[in-house]
């Protein structure tokens, strides 16, 4: 290992001490419910992009992976997020929106999971290493791998068959084959039909059976923390599905914007019980509702008027649109609630009506056309300027409950926060510069300078600030870590598209977009908006928290909290090494998160101002090679 000493110059973001989060919270909760955010707070996290251990890193992430439920574990005071909403879930190339609409994707298989006692170890430890190594990207950190993962040549799909061999020479009494006999009966509606994508039929189910269960550990990780898993209903269907089901599409059509070339359901039969189309977007619909507890239904003004354009047709025509009303969303409702029961809630499915005006209409004489009434609408404050795209206008001038809407900074698509605060062309939207038209609006909404506004972090702060002043909410995981690349690129052949991954080190990342002032610090935001309605006044003693804990996310940790914090790691250390424990219980017993990673070195110089660091670590700091000293242990 290499071993640094301290240097004075090095700084970063600190933690929450964990004798300051259980206060941290309760300020966050009480200042929230005073401000009217009270609703769903979502915290846009595609699983394939959350972080991987070093030396684990297969290529994407996992909900049902150590390091995927401890950075939930570490995000989750920092955001309050009741509900963590996912990308669609189909196996996919290239983007998540391009997959298959009833089976799950490759990438919610754990091969770590399978090396554990309860899948009787059908995948050995080598050949999860094997899986590992080949994710050998320099970039493998920050850029997910789905070539790794993903495909009939993928590592990981290649080592699957031989934990599918073992899995079949299994006693069929075995606890791990009754579960999987029961899960392909009941799901054989949509199991048995043939796949080009996966010739081997049994292997595919048995792939199925694993992401199913591996999704599902997932999901209860999250609801044992009393949070939502959502997941997004995508608008297509894979060309498997649609060669399974011929009648339930309208051949020759797309559907929505021409150029996605998507083959369009079959709407001229669809309200039809007993047609083909009807049958599968139950299918499609009651899946998702099986498998999350709130739903998003991607490009759902299709549902109100589809575009259905021929092929060769390249631009949408009026007379390509057809009016269905609310039939369809009724439709979508009755089959949540016939899989939810008692548990149903309207409120638990998100429509996307967010679309440009040539492809949708959501008014009609300057009022809401009835089926997008009384549903959840989710929106971007991309565009936002006076009259639209902010809680203020949603409220104030077009009228709207704060319960039928849900607005954040962005999601997976539009250009990201970061780009819009620095006044960079949105190069997906003509070139258009989003910064100015939102200023005014935001100035009058939180009672700020104008002027202050052109400042690029005081306006990424301001739209953050005003998002939270929703009752739901929504934020992206990009626009949370204050990055400034663009996760969906629009375009095809991309490296990076969809791509983008939270770093292992992700404590240092977020803390440090906080410190820099583009990540978002939700104390920020509240107390801004406490300051804009007067709650400041109102509620001295909870506003002084608020600005406390603010302060507190702004601080840089200095060589001398660094010296002590490694002291401290150290005498824990030394103390823990007398008992005869372990380097894992003395990193339990420090103050800070800090100090997880300082303790090793402090063991190994134990008593000097000494800090161990990765490379990965040094990349983004100012070196100053005469003050570090560094040896070899």
């Known amino acids: 290992m290499q071993v640094s000493r301290i240097n004075p110059n090095l700084s970063f973001g600190r933690s929450l001490r964990n004798d300051e989060i259980e206060e941290f919270t309760s300020t966050v909760k009480e200042s929230k419910k005073l401000s009217g955010q009270t609703g769903h707070s979502i915290f846009i996290m595609p699983s394939t992009s959350l972080p991987q251990?070093?030396?684990?890193?297969?290529?994407?992430?996992?909900?049902a992976s150590k390091k995927g439920i401890e950075f939930i574990d570490y995000m989750h005071p920092y955001l309050d997020f009741n509900i963590l909403q996912d990308l669609p879930s189909g196996e996919f190339v290239n983007n998540h929106y391009n997959g298959s609409s009833l089976a799950l994707g490759d990438q919610y298989i754990s091969p770590e999971l399978l090396t554990e006692n309860e899948y009787s170890s059908i995948l050995t430890k080598d050949e999860l290493t094997e899986i590992i190594k080949a994710n050998n990207k320099e970039t493998r950190d920050n850029i997910a791998n789905f070539e790794n993962i993903l495909g009939q040549q993928s590592t990981q799909n290649k080592i699957l068959k031989n934990a599918h061999e073992r899995f079949k020479a299994l006693d069929e009494n075995s606890e791990l084959k009754q579960r999987y006999n029961k899960f392909v009966k009941e799901n054989e509606s949509w199991l048995n039909f043939a796949r080009e994508c996966e010739p081997d039929s049994e292997f595919f189910k048995f792939k199925q059976f694993l992401a199913s269960e591996h999704m599902s550990k997932g999901k209860n990780n999250l609801n044992n923390k009393g949070i939502k898993y959502c997941g997004d209903i995508a608008i297509n269907f894979s060309d498997d599905e649609v060669r399974a089901?011929?009648?339930?599409?309208?051949?020759?059509?797309?559907i929505g914007v021409p150029t996605w070339e998507i083959p369009s359901i079959n709407f001229d039969t669809i309200l039809d019980e007993t047609s083909d189309a009807h049958k599968l977007l139950k299918l499609k619909v009651q899946l998702a509702a099986k498998r999350f507890d709130v739903l998003r239904v991607d490009a759902a003004w299709n549902y109100v008027t589809p575009v259905i354009t021929p092929k060769g047709e390249t631009k949408i025509l009026p007379e390509n649109k057809k009016p269905m009303g609310d039939s369809i969303v009724k439709l979508i409702e009755k089959w949540v609630k016939e899989v939810k029961g008692d548990d149903f809630d309207l409120h638990n499915i998100i429509y996307e009506f967010d679309a440009g005006p040539d492809d949708f209409t959501m008014f009609e004489n300057g009022k809401l056309i009835a089926p997008l009434k009384d549903r959840v609408k989710v929106y971007g404050s991309t565009y936002l300027k006076e009259g639209w795209g902010s809680n203020d206008a949603f409220l104030h001038t077009l009228n709207w409950s704060p319960d039928e809407f849900l607005i954040g900074p962005g999601n997976h698509d539009p250009q990201p926060l970061r780009q819009i605060a620095k006044g960079i062309p949105d190069i997906c939207n003509d070139n258009n510069i989003h910064r100015q038209a939102s200023i005014n609006p935001l100035a009058r909404i939180l009672k700020l300078d104008a002027e202050s506004l052109k400042n690029p972090v005081l306006f990424a702060k301001a739209k953050f600030a005003e998002a939270v002043t929703a009752k739901n909410n929504m934020f992206f995981f990009m626009d949370v870590f204050g990055r400034e690349e663009r996760f969906n690129e629009h375009r095809r052949g991309t490296e990076t598209s969809f791509r983008y991954k939270v770093p292992s080190d992700y404590q240092k990342a977020y803390q440090n977009s906080l410190f820099e002032g583009f990540g978002f610090n939700i104390m920020d935001s509240l107390e801004k908006i406490f300051k804009a309605n007067g709650l400041?006044?109102?509620?001295?003693?909870?506003?002084?928290?608020?600005?406390?804990?603010?302060?507190?996310?702004?601080?840089?940790?200095?060589?001398?909290?660094?010296?002590e914090e490694v002291s401290n790691a150290a005498q824990t250390a030394a103390e823990t090494i007398n008992s005869g424990s372990t380097t894992k219980s003395a990193a339990k017993s420090t103050k800070s998160y800090k100090p997880l990673w300082i303790t090793a070195g402090a063991i190994a110089v134990l008593g000097g101002a000494f800090t161990l660091y990765k490379t990965k670590f040094q990349k983004h700091e100012a070196k100053d090679d005469s003050q570090q000293l560094k040896l070899t242990a």
């Open 53 to 63: 251990a070093e030396g684990a890193n297969t290529g994407i992430g996992h909900l």
């Open 245 to 254: 089901f011929p009648k339930a599409f309208k051949e020759g059509h797309y």
């Open 536 to 563: 400041d006044k109102s509620n001295p003693e909870l506003f002084a928290k608020i600005v406390k804990f603010k302060n507190i996310l702004l601080e840089k940790e200095t060589p001398a909290q660094l010296k």
